[in-house]
């Protein structure tokens, strides 16, 4: 199975918006709700933060929201803080009953 | 709430088998789905595979055929057995559980181990 296409890197300034997308076929993320968010701050474990396309953990900020459009997915970090910068996966069940990432995105707050 | 800690070995030597346990505590590991998943240095998330607490699994292509993931209901664990390891398969492993609505997403993770392939 192939990974997921997302951009190698975003960058933002704080208090802007942000969008991450995330590339698959429709024998995944365009054939399924299945598509998650993961932040992943260096040296720690990765942190859902959207699934099912566009819910949100409990306890996870207003400021993260997940859509889904054909075969692409996309995360949207609205008023960008310091604390955002980090890495981003997108992951999607795919019709083989697998589950693929995409191969992340470095988010830069400048 | 419910914890993962990954426990196991951190250094395999090449041609052996790459073992490690997830014990789940604060919950029930009779329901939905548990994953391993891992990282090599500097690189991205690559999912191994997953199993239903009953016992069912599936596995990622690439990996399949040297990949064991298995259940001890008992103990609350579930671990992972990865044979004929190579460099390639240096990285941090991670366990996770699904998240309670289900979806194939995973909400729960353990804080991640680090196995290291060489002679």
């Known amino acids: 199975q192939s990974a997921l296409t997302q951009p190698a890197s975003v960058s933002g300034s704080p208090g802007q918006s942000i969008t991450i997308s995330c590339t698959g076929t429709?024998?995944?993320?365009?054939?399924?709700?299945?598509v998650s968010w993961y932040q992943q701050h260096p040296g720690k474990a990765p942190k859902l933060i959207i699934y099912?396309?566009?819910n949100r953990p409990s306890g996870v900020s207003t400021r993260f929201s997940g859509s889904k459009s054909g075969n692409t997915a996309s995360l949207t970090i609205s008023g960008l803080q310091a604390e955002d910068e980090a890495d981003y996966y997108c992951s999607s069940y795919t019709s083989s009953t697998t589950v693929v990432f995409g191969g992340g995105t470095k988010l830069t707050v400048l | 709430q419910v914890q993962l800690q990954e426990s196991g070995p951190g250094l395999v030597k090449p041609s052996e088998t790459l073992s490690l346990t997830c014990t789940v505590s604060?919950?029930?590991?009779?329901?939905?789905?548990w994953s391993w998943i891992r990282q090599p240095p500097g690189k991205g998330l690559e999912w191994i595979g997953y199993m239903y607490y009953s016992g069912s699994t599936n596995y990622n292509p690439s990996l399949k055929s040297r990949v064991t993931i298995s259940v001890d209901t008992s103990k609350t664990q579930f671990s992972l057995k990865l044979n004929s390891v190579t460099a390639a398969d240096t990285a941090v492993y991670y366990c996770?559980?699904?998240?309670?609505?289900?979806?194939?997403?995973?909400?729960?993770w353990g804080q991640g181990t680090m196995v290291t392939v060489s002679s």
């Open positions: 996770a559980g699904e998240t309670p609505t289900g979806g194939y997403s995973w909400l729960t």
């Open positions: 099912d396309v566009s």
């Open positions: 604060g919950g029930s590991i009779s329901s939905h789905y």
């Open positions: 429709s024998s995944d993320v365009g054939g399924y709700i299945y």
